[in-house]
């Protein structure tokens, strides 16, 4: 497969993340791949939820290898991690659900094993401005891309791409805070996943050179349904093996804004790399 379009080069954009939790279980869950440009360079991050990172024992990134230049279809590379909490730089409002980790080191150590790994970032830039989010309708189309129940293409180590709707405004903040809602089936294991806003230019030629797209945010929790007729958000959770749920999920998933994600990256920038 020719890697030739936003869609196929969105593929290659996550990272899964498997944990071992304190309590012995096992879990999953999705992060990506953004870089930043600053003052002094670029530097590209992996970025997920506080909570997928949080109260893990052990944690592996799971990658794609690269082959002259290339996606190595099936070749894995799974970089362990001991202390899986403390590798991780987290968003200075402990109430903001984003971790961050530089990738450049995970790099070095992959190339120490001749591994190259193969990917595509999101670039920064595409967090759309104050302008650039009035310019959303209230009802937009979303594309995510994740790893929701655990599930994955595991023979050619390919996420699950999923498409919904914007349920609020991306120009109000949900409930005061940076973050807002999608109509869209969110599953545990989709924690984590980056949120793009796709629009395609009528007036244009079909394509990707008539369709813009923007990083909107990262996946945080869905809303349950419980016995008790309340509707409540809750973090996605990992995907353990055997866990029910025994709320129902009302396909309702909570955004953090994309402008956090460059908070968080800006504070990373200024203790480390400043």
Known sequence: MEIDSIAKRLLFCTVRVDSELEDGSAGSGTAFIITHSHANGTTPFIVTNRHLVEGVRRGGLVFTQARDGKPAFGERFQLNIDDFTAAWFFHSDPEVDLAIVPLRPLERAARELGIELYYHAIDSASIPDAAATRGFDALEEVLFVG????????????????????????????????????????????????????????????????????????????????????????????????????????????????????????????????
Not at 176 to 181: A, E, P, T
Not at 240 to 264: F, P
């Open 147 to 274: 790893y929701p129940s655990g599930m994955w293409d595991v023979v050619n180590l390919m996420p699950i791409l999923r498409r919904g709707t914007t349920a609020t405004p991306l120009e109000l903040n949900f409930e005061g805070q940076k973050q807002f809602l999608i109509d869209a089936a969110v599953y545990p294991g989709s924690s984590g996943s980056p949120v793009f806003v796709v629009r395609d230019d009528p007036l244009r030629p079909r394509g990707d050179g008539a369709r813009s797209i923007w990083f909107a945010g990262v996946v945080a929790a869905v809303f349950f349904h419980e016995e008790t007729n309340q509707i409540i958000p809750g973090p996605v959770p990992a995907y353990n093996t055997g866990q029910s749920v025994a709320s129902e999920m009302i396909d309702l998933g909570l955004v953090v804004k994309s402008e956090s994600v460059r908070e968080v990256i800006d504070a990373f920038v200024q203790r480390w790399l400043s």
